[in-house]
């Protein structure tokens, strides 16, 4: 069982920055590709970005292509998202998630572990 903390949310004026934290409770950390997933009010979670075991291969979603950077730090068993540039169409509760495998995934149902979630607010 992997438990994932996120961190980092908040509220921030359109064209801020934030930086996005999820701790991972597992020794095989670096085995786990791991990915951001959003969802806004009455929409469905969509992801943002996915990374891969190694960190080397990057996902993201065209919305966020050029403002939004994934990372990770294995040997601190942490992924990151960097937010610049955000738009109030960004808020939402934002949500990471672990695959039991090393290639990214882009969907829902590809990951085996969420965590609970933090809320970011962006103000126009």
């Known amino acids: 069982q992997v438990q994932l903390v996120e961190s980092g949310g908040g509220l921030v004026q359109a064209g801020g920055s934030l930086r996005l934290s999820c701790a991972a409770s597992?020794?095989?950390?670096?085995?786990?590709?791991m990915g951001w997933f959003r969802q806004a009010p009455g929409k469905e979670r969509e992801v943002v970005a996915a990374?891969?075991?190694?960190?080397?291969?990057?996902y993201y979603a065209g919305s966020v292509k050029g403002r939004f950077t994934i990372s990770r730090d294995n040997a601190k068993n942490t992924v990151y998202l960097q937010m610049n540039s955000l738009k109030p169409e960004d808020t939402a509760d934002y949500y990471c998630?672990?695959?039991?495998?090393?290639?990214?995934?882009?969907?829902?149902?590809?990951?085996?572990?969420w965590g609970q979630g933090t809320q970011v607010t962006v103000s126009s």
């Open positions: 998630a672990a695959r039991i495998s090393g290639g990214y995934g882009t969907k829902l149902a590809e990951y085996d572990y």
């Open positions: 597992t020794r095989t950390f670096s085995s786990y590709a």
């Open positions: 990374i891969s075991w190694s960190g080397g291969i990057t």
